[in-house]
T-cell receptor
Framework: KQEVTQIPAALSVPEGENLVLNCSFTDSAIYNLQWFRQDPGKGLTSLLLIQSSQREQTSGRLNASLDKSSGRSTLYIAASQPGDSATYLCAVGGGSEKLVFGKGMKLTVNP | DAGITQSPRHKVTETGTPVTLRCHQTENHRYMYWYRQDPGHGLRLIHYSYGVKDTDKGEVSDGYSVSRSKTEDFLLTLESATSSQTSVYFC??????????????FGPGTRLTVL
């Protein structure tokens, strides 16, 4: 059974720092990995999707990498801003269009 | 934003009553999903649909049923609500392009409280 872990569960940083958010998964036979952002009381916003054949994806200040063999993905946030404060979730797609989610990491960026 | 709406957005009900949540999409996507989100458990898949009248169970399907009679609507029914079904319910959609698997887009959620 696929398990997805995000450590730490929470992170508080000053504005301007470059951040690395970690996601690990137990079964490397994945089809894709998706990073989401969730603001309090809101739904999930898709940030980046990495297919299993890809090593990384970039969108603006965000860069996500995937290492299937080691069961890890990282989300890099450059020059963090207070508006980046949210919970970040990673989810792994392993078949039949199903996603298995990590429990998320709550990020607080302080002005 | 993907055109996904959920109704109702908030509901309080009593144990033993039936409850139906609705997800409506305007994207004409083939796949639709129902998840629940709980503290300490994260998001877990309840049921999903891969086409009209085609549905399958997810990780936590006990106590839930679904129906999809039109591409745009996916209904989640709690036949007899229990307090353990108090949660936030999210609908999601994705499109099939022949693989690999595709990006999922989420609705705003429904907060359900069962007293």
């Amino acid at each position: 059974k696929q398990e997805v872990t995000q450590i730490p569960a929470a992170l508080s940083v000053p504005e301007g720092e470059n951040l690395v958010l970690n996601c690990s998964f137990t079964d490397s036979a994945i089809y894709n990995l998706q990073w989401f952002r969730q603001d309090p009381g809101k739904g999930l916003t898709s940030l980046l999707l990495i297919q299993s054949s890809q090593r990384e994806q970039t969108s603006g200040r965000l860069n996500a990498s995937l290492d299937k063999s080691s069961g890890r993905s990282t989300l890099y946030i450059a020059a963090s801003q207070p508006g980046d404060s949210a919970t970040y979730l990673c989810a792994v797609g392993g078949g039949s269009e199903k996603l298995v989610f990590g429990k998320g990491m709550k990020l607080t960026v302080n002005p | 934003d993907a055109g996904i709406t959920q109704s109702p957005r908030h509901k309080v009900t009593e144990t033993g009553t039936p409850v139906t949540l609705r997800c409506h999409q305007t994207e004409n996507h083939r796949y639709m999903y129902w998840y629940r989100q709980d503290p300490g458990h994260g998001l877990r898949l309840i049921h999903y649909s891969y086409g009209v009248k085609d549905t399958d169970k997810g990780e936590v399907s006990d106590g839930y049923s679904v129906s999809r009679s039109k591409t745009e609507d996916f209904l989640l029914t709690l036949e007899s609500a229990t307090s353990s079904q108090t949660s936030v319910y999210f609908c999601a959609i994705s499109e099939y392009s022949g693989g690999p698997y595709n990006e999922q887009f989420f609705g705003p959620g429904t907060r359900l409280t069962v007293l």
